[in-house]
């Protein structure tokens, strides 16, 4: 309740609970008061709230065609995955700008099922770049069932929250990315399952669309209160895993025998995993561990499938944003040429192929092999001035370092040409 100004106790601001000063003048209602700061942060918070609406309400939405083409400029292959995110993503916002009560439009949340390495996270960042919305990535293996050791659910939104600036309205249309979501299944344990099944019911409130309160810490722009509100129902949910092991229970279901003479036995093993991946249906997901309701929040189900050489050959040099280009600009910034040879790139891609790491394990790969050039560079160019850095096929493979030009050998050269 708020506190009443009696003649023996001094009157607090019924929002901040500061007591009143000399200075700082308070406005008065009929249980309670406000100071004249709180009144100023107020009035700061609606204006913010008008200019969000307005903003959200011209803001241009780049069609299905220029989702993915963007997409293309950051993500090598999964074209598949990108349409259908592009569509996605092209229907949730064309959803929200034009609300109408005659028909009521569910939001389409998705599910990415690929190998770790695939894209799936990548996928995800670059749309919320793309889109200038708040986004929140959240690895959901750290979440337990309420009132367990662990994070609730309700830590998800405020991680988006905050990545909105505390803006509510903001983070009302934003995008979650759920990571891990396949170590969430269904766990047969003596006890309950707290970290399973228990977290996909909590998540069930979040994926349809329901007004959550979240716990809030104190905040300037939040005047301090407990918690907030949050409706979840215009907040798309990007859901991904790797889901090792589905492969063997789409193989059983398009594998089985048909009784009687006529039977009909399917040859499964011309399927590849890319293959089997590709006809994940809903039914198997329940099987695999998850709860149908939990799955029936999800409509689309996207495949990624694994990366092949050629296709990790393209992720090290071709996009924007490619591993070799930002290691190429950090010998820049030290005035040095870092090149890389054709059969270097191979056993990169060879090796990340056969650690099973995909595209997620190229720049480690690469750290490796470079870590004791980029820790002697700086001190090396004190003493003589270092032209080019080249890394091939034995600096990958066998450790060997760096071949280093140096400035006073490559004009010795360009004279005997």
């Known amino acids: 309740?708020?506190?009443?100004?009696?003649?023996?106790?001094?009157?607090?601001?019924?929002?901040?609970?500061?007591?009143?000063?000399?200075?700082?003048?308070?406005?008065?209602?009929?249980?309670?008061?406000?100071?004249?700061?709180?009144?100023?942060?107020?009035?700061?918070?609606?204006?913010?709230?008008?200019?969000?609406?307005?903003?959200?309400?011209?803001?241009?939405?780049?069609?299905?065609?220029?989702?993915?083409?963007?997409?293309?400029?950051?993500?090598?292959?999964?074209?598949?995955?990108?349409?259908?995110?592009?569509?996605?993503?092209?229907?949730?916002?064309?959803?929200?700008?034009?609300?109408?009560?005659?028909?009521?439009?569910?939001?389409t949340n998705v599910l990415l099922i690929g190998p770790t390495g695939s894209g799936k996270t990548l996928l995800a960042n670059t749309l919320a770049k793309l889109l200038d919305v708040p986004f929140a990535i959240f690895d959901v293996t750290s979440l337990t069932e309420s009132g367990y050791v662990g994070e609730d659910v309700e830590a998800i939104l405020l991680r988006l929250i905050q990545n909105a600036g505390g803006d509510l309205d903001r983070a009302s249309y934003g995008i979650v990315y759920l990571d891990e979501i396949d170590k969430i299944a269904y766990k047969p344990t003596i006890g309950r399952d707290v970290s399973g099944e228990g977290v996909q019911e909590e998540l069930l409130k979040l994926l349809e669309g329901n007004t959550v309160s979240v716990p809030m810490k104190s905040n300037k722009k939040m005047l301090e209160?407990?918690?907030?509100?949050?409706?979840?129902?215009?907040?798309?949910?990007?859901?991904?895993?790797?889901?090792?092991?589905?492969?063997?229970?789409?193989?059983?279901?398009?594998?089985?025998?048909?009784?009687?003479?006529?039977?009909?036995?399917?040859?499964?093993?011309?399927?590849?995993?890319?293959?089997?991946?590709?006809?994940?249906?809903?039914?198997?997901?329940?099987?695999?561990?998850?709860?149908?309701e939990f799955i029936g929040r999800i409509p689309l189900i996207v495949p990624l499938h694994s990366l092949g050489k050629a296709e990790l050959i393209k992720i090290l040099t071709e996009p924007r944003n490619s591993i070799i280009k930002q290691y190429q600009r950090f010998f820049e910034m030290e005035n040095t040429k870092l090149t890389f040879t054709d059969d270097a790139l191979e056993a990169i891609a060879e090796i990340s192929i056969e650690?099973?790491?995909?595209?997620?394990?190229?720049?480690?790969?690469?750290?490796?092999?470079?870590?004791?050039?980029?820790?002697?560079?700086?001190?090396?160019?004190?003493?003589?001035?270092v032209e080019e850095v080249i890394v091939d096929k034995e600096v990958i493979t066998s450790g060997k370092e760096p071949v280093i030009i140096y400035t006073d050998n490559l004009r010795r050269r360009k004279k005997s040409l």
């Open 225 to 292: 209160q407990g918690s907030f509100q949050l409706d979840t129902s215009d907040i798309l949910f990007i859901l991904g895993g790797a889901f090792v092991g589905v492969e063997d229970i789409v193989r059983n279901r398009i594998g089985s025998t048909e009784m009687g003479f006529k039977s009909n036995v399917k040859d499964v093993t011309q399927y590849t995993y890319n293959d089997l991946l590709s006809l994940v249906e809903p039914h198997d997901l329940v099987k695999y561990g998850f709860l149908p």
């Open 355 to 385: 650690t099973n790491t995909g595209a997620r394990g190229l720049r480690n790969i690469i750290e490796k092999s470079l870590l004791e050039t980029m820790f002697k560079l700086p001190t090396i160019k004190i003493e003589k001035p």
């Open 1 to 107: 309740m708020p506190r009443k100004a009696t003649k023996d106790r001094a009157t607090y601001c019924s929002f901040c609970g500061r007591p009143k000063a000399n200075n700082l003048r308070f406005i008065s209602g009929i249980d309670a008061y406000i100071c004249e700061d709180c009144v100023k942060i107020a009035h700061e918070i609606l204006l913010d709230e008008e200019k969000t609406k307005r903003e959200f309400k011209t803001f241009n939405l780049p069609t299905p065609n220029e989702i993915k083409a963007y997409l293309d400029q950051y993500v090598i292959s999964q074209d598949l995955a990108k349409k259908v995110l592009s569509v996605a993503v092209y229907n949730h916002y064309k959803r929200i700008k034009n609300p109408k009560k005659d028909v009521e439009l569910e939001k």
